[in-house]
C-alpha cells in the first residue's frame, strides 16, 4: 500500500507539472513546484475527507429526524460527529504523504494529532458552527447546503494552520540555533 501510494503521488505529480510547466508555460509555478504539490495533495486529502465529513454529517441528520431527536440543533452534532470522524482520516493521510518530515526533523505523532484536532476544531467545529448558524438562521440556506458553502473558508485557513504549526517538524529537539553568518 505504501509503494503503491507514493506511485499515485508521483504520477499525478508528473502529469501536473507537464500540464502546468510544460503546456501552460506556467513557468513562475516551477519555482514553487513543491510547494504546489503539497497544497494539492492537502486539496486531494480534503476532497475526501470532505466526502466523510459531508456523508458522516447529512447520516446523522437523517437519523436525528428519523427518531425525532435534537431536531432543533442537528446541524451541530451532524458537524461535531462529522469533525471526530474525518480528522482522524484527515491526519492519517496527511502525516503519511502530505507533510513529511525534512532531514534532521522529528515529530511527535501524538503531538501533531493534538495540535491536528485544534486546528479543524477551530475551522470545523467553531468556525463551522457559527457559518452554520449564520447560513441557516440568518439567510435560511439549507443546513444540508451550508456545509458545503463553509468550505470557502475553512480549507485555506486549516490549510496554514496545518502546514505552519500542526506538522511542523523539530530540529535538534525543538530548539533551533541562530546562524551566526
Wanted: aromatic share 18%; with cysteine.
Amino acid at each position: 500500500m505504501e509503494n503503491t501510494g507514493v506511485r499515485l503521488w508521483e504520477i499525478l505529480d508528473k502529469m501536473l507539472y507537464a500540464i502546468f510547466v510544460r503546456f501552460l508555460h506556467l513557468k513562475f509555478l516551477e519555482k514553487r513546484w513543491d510547494g504546489f504539490m503539497q497544497f494539492v495533495k492537502f486539496g486531494v486529502v480534503g476532497v475526501t475527507n470532505t466526502v466523510i465529513s459531508y456523508t458522516l454529517n447529512v447520516l446523522v441528520l437523517f437519523a436525528c429526524a428519523k427518531l425525532h431527536i435534537f431536531e432543533r440543533y442537528d446541524y451541530i452534532l451532524g458537524n461535531t460527529i462529522a469533525f471526530l470522524l474525518s480528522v482522524l482520516w484527515s491526519f492519517y493521510w496527511n502525516s503519511r504523504y502530505v507533510f513529511g518530515l525534512e532531514e534532521g526533523e522529528k515529530r511527535s505523532p501524538w503531538k501533531a494529532l493534538l495540535k491536528t484536532y485544534i486546528s479543524y476544531g477551530f475551522t470545523g467545529i467553531i468556525l463551522s458552527n457559527i457559518l452554520s448558524y449564520v447560513w441557516i438562521r440568518v439567510f435560511g440556506i439549507s443546513k444540508y447546503l451550508a456545509p458545503l458553502i463553509n468550505l470557502v473558508v475553512s480549507i485555506p485557513v486549516n490549510f496554514l494552520m496545518n502546514k505552519l504549526w500542526a506538522f511542523k517538524g523539530e530540529k535538534n529537539g525543538g530548539l533551533k540555533r541562530a546562524s551566526n553568518e
